[in-house]
């Protein structure tokens, strides 16, 4: 048999599914970086009078709807792999999150911020698996060395426009008001659908295979088997998610408290670089954010793991387990910088940058290493379903969040525990689930599925 010839060339597709990442994820982080204080300080009453919901209640709506945008990659996944394909339900669902975008844009109280929500969740949600699903799809045997290279494109893609819409959109809020600073995303989502669209005839479209041939390709004993060893892993990543996705909620509160200080000098003294002088607004500090991913993922790609797998081989599951180690110790810093702020201690917001790069490290150890490896350990009649599986322990990692500050709430709707005493309590809790993972890990068997 001849041996197969290698293609190093990238397929025509992927440029527009890059650039519909990027639009697309200005339009989500550009309207999540906004809702804390949207929430806490917009809010209005249906007659046109500020009703801004306390910091408990706030985050239990943050994370309740997070939880939606991560449940419903299950229920999309299911439609287009047994139904409509990826390429449809891509661009259905997307509709329906634009009317998302619109419904918040239009209405400041709790119901348009409700049916907004909603509709984001459902659209976001469901075009997830499908996105990431269908960019592994336009691989075969002949360029899956790509693979790894191209998901770290698309890692990229995701915090370029999450960098830029986490510093424009709140001082979008902030001089335009609540209405323009929700509309710009969803205009965003309106370009990143019709960039999608473009596209259409360059991609590789695998077709759905039909409930039966779905039901009896899914429902196998290897599928059975493939599910429930992933399960194990995603079940560990709750709880990474139930910490991380704080640094749109809980970090943005602590980043409003009158003793932090947010102003940023990177002039050095020197008059002409005085505009290089500025006051952060609490909810741009999550700019921190993409901005590390995009500095971390080449340096690490390219340098770190190459050079540590040199002494100590750096498979996937490795490089999650470090991640989860990592992540306790940025709660532990946002809990000491709460110990000096509930002390009345005037604290630089780069204590919490510098504990937002920890936490992007982490990040770019678990969730960008869990996309490839989640899309690699899946049959191929499972890609999305799979996907959608390992976004579902966001969703349940943000469920766990909402929970914990919906049970810590007393009558009046603050805290029984003081923000310290928070923080250390999930750095304690992420820290058993380290440990926990390592064993995990070791029974774990891989197994690489590649589209032929």
Known sequence: MAEEVRCDKMPSGIPYIISNEIAERFSYYGMRAILTVFMTEYLMDSAGNKAPMGDEESKVWYHTFSMGVYFFPIIGAFIADAFWGKYKTIMTLSMVYCLGHLALSLNDTRLGLAIGLTLIAIGSGGIKPCVSANLGDQFTAKNNHLIERVFNYFYMAVNIGALVSTILIPLVLQYFGASVAFGIPGILMFIATIIFWMGRNSYKKMPAVGWAKYKAEVFTREGAKAIAGLLSIFACCVFFWSLYEQN????????????????????????????????LLPDQVQAANPLFVIILVPLFTLYLYPALSKFFPLTSLRKMSIGMFITVLSFLMVAWIEWRL???????????????????????????????????QAPNAMKSMVMGLFLLSISLGNFVTAMVNWVIADETGKSIFTGVQYYLFFAAMMFVVAVIFIFVALAYKEKRYIQE
């Not at 749109?248 to 200080?261: C, G, N, T």
């Open 248 to 279: 749109a909620s809980a970090w943005v509160l602590q980043a409003k408290s009158p003793f932090m200080d947010k102003m940023v000098d990177l002039s050095f003294g020197i008059d002409a670089l005085s505009f290089l002088k500025f006051e």
């Open 342 to 376: 509930n002390s009345g201690i005037t604290t630089s917001i780069g204590w919490q940058v510098l504990a937002f790069f920890v936490l992007i490290v982490a990040e770019v150890m678990v969730y960008g290493t869990g996309l490839e490896f989640s899309y690699t």
